[in-house]
């Protein structure tokens, strides 16, 4: 029996793999943190293509809700907290629902975090990571270290917004704190980046 279907609920640590393309297992809701829904590319590198985000309180591996096998290679975007939800015939209908009006908004989200000008790019995956409040405010360094800190790697942020990893780096210095440096004198230490 697949593991995944003995779970109720499952922790993830940044860039875990929650679940393969193929794979079975129940109806999730998503707790906490975000998880980044990849299709397999028919491309001879055999890369995965971001499709969808989910958000805190979002159903992912809709799959089950009729018996089939997930669509989709979910991995986390951030740390996450999973709960399995149980799908019964009273609530089938309801989940439903659910998930189309989640679908619809999930839409939404990707276009605005894959077209447009790079900074806004940037700024609405930053809104979706919940660092949206800080966007535009005289932060102190430290405060600029932290956020960086919760973010996915460089890498993964680029794939999501379709961007190349050194103009997403660029646009990060734009719109956080530059990072604390070391101080002169060698007694600090220089706080490391995510």
């Not at 939404?108 to 609405?124: I, K, N």
């Not at 979706?128 to 800080?134: P, Q, T």
């Not at 102190?140 to 890498?155: E, N």
């Not at 956080?176 to 220089?190: D, F, N, Q, W």
Request: glycine content about 8%; proline content about 4%; hydrophobic content about 45%.
């Amino acid at each position: 029996m697949n593991l995944l279907m003995t779970q109720k609920a499952l922790a993830l640590s940044r860039a875990e793999l929650a679940w393969a393309e193929g794979d079975r297992g129940p109806l999730w809701r998503v707790r906490e943190g975000v998880l980044r829904l990849d299709r397999s590319s028919h491309e001879p590198d055999g890369a995965h293509r971001v499709v969808q985000l989910a958000l805190p309180g979002d159903l992912v591996g809709m799959d089950a809700l009729w018996g089939e096998p997930y669509q989709f290679a979910v991995s986390a975007l951030t740390a996450v907290r999973l709960d399995a939800v149980e799908v019964t015939a009273d609530n089938r209908e309801a989940l439903l629902r659910e998930a189309l009006r989640q679908q619809q908004r999930h839409s939404l989200d990707m276009a605005e975090v894959r077209t447009g000008p790079v900074a806004r790019r940037v700024a609405q995956l930053l809104r979706l990571l919940g660092h949206g409040h800080h966007l535009g405010q005289r932060l102190a360094s430290a405060q600029g270290d932290a956020i960086r800190a919760t973010l996915p790697r460089l890498r993964e942020l680029a794939e999501v917004v379709d961007a190349k990893t050194e103009t997403v780096c660029r646009v990060l210095a734009q719109l956080l704190p530059a990072r604390r440096a070391a101080r002169a004198s060698g007694a600090g230490l220089a706080v490391q980046g995510a």
